[in-house]
C-alpha cells in the first residue's frame, strides 16, 4: 500500500521550480491539496499518486466507505464493458428509451429530446453515462446489466465496497458506494489493461477524456489541449462534491491518478453550498487549483511504461 506525504495545511504551495522528480511532484502535490481543502473545509477522502513515486501524494481516509454519486458511473460502464469483452453485450446494440424510463432531473439530455418512445444504441447510452452524466442513461445500462449483475462483476474485479444499491425493479439501482482507494485502484487498472480488453479501456477512457466531459473541476483552468490530457468523472448530490480521474501525458502515458471525494460541511452558508453544483462551490473551487497544480507538477516528468491511449484532439466543426 502506498504511504502518504504528510503535509501541513499551511505550507507554502509554491514551488521555486518544476518538481524534477515523481517524488519531488509528489510532496508539492501534498502541499497544494491540504491548503486547498483546509480552505474549502469539508470532509475529504482521498488518494492521489504519482507514476513512478515510491509513495503516495496524498492518502486521506481512503478507505472510508462513502457514497459515490456518479462517480460510480465509471463502476456502471466498467461491468457492461465486461459483457461486451465476453461477447454478451455489443455497442450497437439498441436498448429502448420509454417516457416511464426517462428521469425528468436537469442532469444529461434524454429528459431535453422530448422524443420518446424511441431507442439508441448502448454505447450511445453509455457516452451519455459517462460524458454529460445523464442519469436516465443508468437506467438503460441497468437494462441490459441488473444490479446484482453488476455488483457480482465488481466484485469478481475486487471491489467490495464499490457497489450500486437495488431496488425492488432488478433493473434499477442507485449508484451506492465506492472508497477513495477502490475507485484510485479502478482507474489504474483501465490504465495496466487489468480491467477491461483494450477496445473497451480505449471507449471508457476516450469518453472521460473528451471535451464534452465534466470541466468544472479539476479541468476548468486547464487549456483545451490540457483538458483532453485528463480523463475524469464528477460526481454531485446534496452536500457530496466528488471527482475522480487520470492526468496523461503528450505521449498519451498515464502520469497521476487522483481520487477526490468531498461532503460539507463546507465554508460558507450550507444552504447556499448545498444548491450550489457549479463551479463557485468551495470544494470545486478547491478541485480547480489542485487540478491546475497537479497538472503542471507532472508536465515534465518522464513517465515510463507503455502507452495507453493516444491524446485526442479537438476539432471544431461550423457545420456544413
Keep these: 500500500m502506498l504511504a502518504p506525504v504528510v503535509a501541513s495545511a499551511t505550507a507554502n504551495a509554491a514551488p521555486a521550480a518544476a518538481p524534477a522528480t515523481a517524488l519531488d511532484a509528489g510532496r508539492h502535490i501534498a502541499r497544494v491539496y491540504a491548503r486547498e481543502t483546509a ?115 465488481l466484485r469478481g474485479k475486487g471491489f467490495v465496497h464499490t457497489q450500486v444499491v437495488p431496488v425492488s425493479n432488478p433493473n434499477r439501482f442507485f449508484l451506492g458506494t465506492t472508497t477513495a482507494r477502490e475507485t484510485h485502484t479502478l482507474l489504474q487498472g483501465l490504465v495496466a489493461g487489468t480491467m477491461l480488453s483494450p477496445a473497451s479501456t480505449d471507449y471508457l477512457l476516450n469518453a472521460l477524456r473528451s471535451f464534452a466531459a465534466f470541466t468544472d473541476g479539476t479541468r476548468l483552468d486547464l487549456t483545451t489541449p490540457e483538458r483532453l490530457r485528463v480523463a475524469t468523472k464528477a460526481g454531485w448530490f446534496d452536500s457530496d462534491r466528488h471527482e475522480a480521474g487520470i492526468v496523461f501525458d503528450e505521449s498519451g502515458r498515464a502520469s497521476a491518478t487522483y481520487s477526490l471525494f468531498a461532503t460539507g460541511p463546507f465554508r460558507g452558508d450550507a444552504a447556499v453550498n448545498d444548491a450550489d453544483f457549479g463551479a463557485t462551490h468551495p470544494a470545486l473551487r478547491a478541485r480547480q487549483v489542485i487540478g491546475r497544480e497537479l497538472f503542471d507538477a507532472v508536465a515534465g516528468l518522464s513517465v515510463g511504461g507503455a502507452r495507453v491511449q493516444a491524446t485526442p484532439r479537438y476539432h471544431p466543426s461550423n457545420g456544413g
Excluded at 47 to 68: C, K, N
Excluded at 132 to 148: E, H, K, Q
Design 39 to 153: 480552505r474549502a473545509q469539508g470532509v475529504w477522502s482521498a488518494l492521489v499518486s504519482v507514476a513512478g513515486a515510491p509513495e503516495a501524494a496524498v492518502d486521506q481516509r481512503a478507505d472510508e466507505v462513502v457514497d459515490a454519486q456518479s462517480v460510480n458511473k465509471i463502476a456502471v460502464a466498467t461491468a457492461v464493458l465486461d459483457k461486451v469483452d465476453r461477447g454478451l453485450l455489443t455497442l450497437d446494440q439498441r436498448v429502448d428509451v420509454t417516457a416511464s424510463i426517462v428521469i425528468q432531473d436537469t442532469d444529461g439530455i434524454f429528459a431535453l429530446d422530448r422524443a420518446y418512445p424511441s431507442s439508441v444504441t448502448l454505447g450511445h447510452a453509455m457516452a451519455a453515462l459517462l460524458t454529460v452524466s445523464d442519469n436516465t442513461a443508468v437506467r438503460l445500462c441497468g437494462l441490459v446489466c441488473p444490479a446484482l449483475e453488476l455488483n457480482e462483476i
